[in-house]
Antibody, heavy 121, light 109 residues
Framework: EVRLVQSGAVVKKPGDSLRISCKTY????????LGWVRQRPGKGLEWMGT????????GYNPSVRGQVTISSDKSINTAYLQWSSLRASDTAMYYC??????????????WGQGTMVIVSS | EIVLTQSPGTLSLSPGERATLSCRAS???????LAWYQQKPGQAPRLLIS???NRATGIPDRFSGSGSGTDFSLTISGLEPEDCAVYYC??????????FGGGTKVEIK
């Protein structure tokens, strides 16, 4: 069974650093791209970026490029989304999602449960 | 960059009625690379349709997708109470990456 299991909710202060994770099960981690999607409170879905774990090739939405870093560790089948300095505007639910086919642009057929990040002073 | 505009913003219908949701793209979407998702409160999105009209595994046949070019639609035939959700379209053809529409909320009277 394919599963994407994300790390738990966090509360941070502006300026803090943070790394959230997405551990995958039930498929070949290095053979599929894996993406991150943001959803701010009460708002819609926004694609942030996608990584190919086999060689760490990564593409970012220009709206977040330079503000976050997407990485992966293929030894533990886990992808990460990282901030070096959080802002209040980073408050959101973050989902990892796997494309249905082995393509970097694709529909997402498997989703993690989401990680809520709250940034507040 | 392709911008997706969904309409209406909210749709309020009775059980058993037909819901038609629209997704309009700012540019032609080649290959019909358009997907639809359902998101219920407190849950992750669920893939309903990919390739504009192909139902994902386990999706009931009351959900159907159609369209091409710049105009796409999702139809829910015979609304059921559990269809109360927000529905998003997504394109996956254009660089720099995928993009989503703003969503349509379906309410059941």
């Amino acid at each position: 069974e394919v599963r994407l299991v994300q790390s738990g909710a966090v509360v941070k202060k502006p300026g803090d650093s943070l790394r959230i994770s997405c551990k995958t099960y039930g498929y070949s981690f290095t053979n599929y791209w894996l993406g991150w999607v943001r959803q701010r409170p009460g708002k819609g879905l926004e694609w942030m970026g996608t990584i190919y774990p086999d060689d760490s090739d990564t593409g970012y939405n220009p709206s977040v490029r330079g503000q976050v870093t997407i990485s992966s560790d293929k030894s533990i089948n886990t992808a990460y989304l990282q901030w070096s300095s959080l802002r209040a505007s980073d408050t959101a639910m973050y989902y990892c999602a796997r494309p249905a086919n082995k393509q970097w642009l694709d529909a997402f057929d498997m989703w993690g449960q989401g990680t809520m990040v709250i940034v507040s002073s | 960059e392709i911008v997706l505009t969904q309409s209406p913003g909210t749709l309020s219908l009775s059980p058993g009625e037909r819901a038609t949701l629209s997704c309009r793209a700012s540019q032609h979407i080649t290959g019909r690379y358009l997907a639809w998702y359902q998101q219920k409160p407190g849950q992750a999105p669920r893939l309903l349709i990919s390739g504009a009209s192909n139902r994902a595994t386990g999706i009931p046949d009351r959900f159907s997708g159609s369209g091409s070019g710049t105009d796409f639609s999702l139809t829910i035939s015979g609304l059921e109470p559990e269809d109360c959700a927000v529905y998003y379209c997504q394109q996956y053809v254009d660089s720099p990456g995928v993009s989503f529409g703003g969503g349509t909320k379906v309410e059941i009277k």
